[in-house]
């Protein structure tokens, strides 16, 4: 469907004098005449066949229809300048999302670092919390994005894998001196499930061999790993992690590993970009960057199940 929208000139030269109150201040702000203005608002007027300002000698003041519409046009120019800032990058400025739990664990550290590596590596990330990740680069404003998932992303997509997701039991540090547990004791415990449909405690006792064994039922639920280790570290039982995302945690004896066997989930994280807009030499740099600190991670000496 075609959309009939007024001119963008009148729009803009209405915004700029309502902000202002002043047809002669807007005029200035555009580099146009004050009649201009006069005539663009008029434009805007005649399309929508309502008067937009009420004029009172001198004063300027807008009428309860302009009121009605400028929110609307203001946010609209606001999205307008935000896209265009993220494709020609003129603010040297990469915009990232990235899982909640990945952000607090990992990703947050490395990016400080980046920054202060050289000049222009400034990354502005967003942290999301996703049932599934994902990102629309045609409707959110980011230049690139971590990502969870099977490494099949769209075809005009770059994309870096950074590691592999780890499943793995973690508990409070008191736990430490009591491993490797039987699986028994695992039978007993409190589990604490960081996402809704408790998908990872199930793969995990899958890949073991445990899951006829190992009852699902109750527990606590939280809808991220990050809450889950968070309650697990505290003492509220045993929840399931990423094995790189709590190496750092375990080597400060902040988490300990019960059962110290990691199981590959098949999905990995991976940086992802669109290969078609520009700026993507720094994207670029930004990935063997996390790609290397990724592969220089010492990680707890545990088995891995692939």
């Not at 967003?126 to 969870?148: G, Q, R």
């Not at 505290?234 to 790189?244: F, K, N, P």
């Amino acid at each position: 469907m075609t959309r009939r929208l007024p001119p963008l000139y009148a729009m803009r030269a209405f915004e700029a004098a309502a902000r202002h109150n002043s047809f002669t201040r807007a005029a200035e702000e555009l580099s146009i005449t004050q009649s201009a203005v006069s005539r663009h608002v008029r434009t805007l007027e005649d399309f929508f066949a309502c008067r937009l300002f009420l004029r009172a000698g001198r004063s300027l003041q807008l009428s309860e229809s302009g009121r009605l519409l400028l929110p609307g046009i203001r946010d609209g120019f606001s999205s307008l300048e935000r896209a265009c800032a993220t494709l020609l990058g003129e603010d040297g400025i990469l915009r990232m999302k990235a899982p909640s739990t990945l952000t607090m664990r990992w990703l947050l550290a490395r990016l400080s670092r980046f920054r202060h590596l050289q000049a222009g590596n400034e990354v502005q990330l967003t942290s999301a919390w996703m049932e599934v990740d994902a990102v629309d680069f045609s409707l959110e404003p980011f230049d690139c994005a971590v990502l969870l998932g099977n490494g099949k992303f769209p075809a005009d997509w770059e994309a870096t894998w950074l590691f592999d997701e780890l499943l793995i039991p973690v508990g409070g540090p008191e736990l430490a001196a009591q491993a490797p547990w039987p699986p028994e004791r695992l039978a007993r415990a409190e589990l604490l499930h960081p996402t809704p449909d408790r998908r990872d405690w199930r793969r995990w006792l899958q890949r073991m061999g445990l899951d006829a064994g190992v009852s699902l039922r109750g527990g606590q639920v939280f809808d991220t790993l990050e809450l889950g280790m968070i309650a697990a570290a505290r003492g509220y039982g045993v929840s399931i992690g990423d094995l790189l995302m709590v190496a750092e945690d375990v080597a400060a004896g902040r988490l300990s590993l019960p059962m110290p066997t990691a199981v590959a989930s098949g999905e990995s994280y991976y940086l992802v970009w669109p290969g078609t807009r520009p700026g993507n030499d720094r994207i670029r740099r930004l990935s063997d960057y996390l790609r290397t600190e990724a592969a220089n991670m010492q990680l707890p000496a545990v088995t891995v199940l692939r």
